[in-house]
């Protein structure tokens, strides 16, 4: 007989242990089990990216900051005054 590889048994193993909560529901449009996986983000990439939205944070506090003090004019389409 095929001796199976540890990854196998690893996999099959999750399996079980998956396999109550991913039960296919009456009605679905898939008669097997569907289960998810994901590959795991590398941390460069995931900080970089918190990096990213914190310098645009901080630069979205700046202009608000600027246009309180009116040093930066607001350039948004606005209705004019005799429009009104």
């Known amino acids: 007989f095929f001796a199976k590889s540890r990854n196998t048994l690893q996999v099959q193993a999750q399996f079980k ?3 109550p909560y991913c039960q ?11 289960i998810e996986s994901y590959e795991e983000t590398p ?8 990096v990213g939205y ?3 944070t901080v630069f ?6 600027l246009r309180h003090w009116k040093i930066e004019r607001c350039h ?3 209705e004019r005054e005799e429009q009104k």
């Open 17 to 19: 242990l998956i396999m």
């Open 24 to 34: 296919a529901r009456p009605g679905s449009l898939y008669r097997r089990p569907f």
């Open 43 to 50: 941390l460069l990439v995931a900080v970089l990216t918190y």
């Open 54 to 56: 914190g310098i645009l």
């Open 60 to 65: 979205g506090y700046l202009r608000d900051f």
């Open 76 to 78: 948004a389409a606005r």
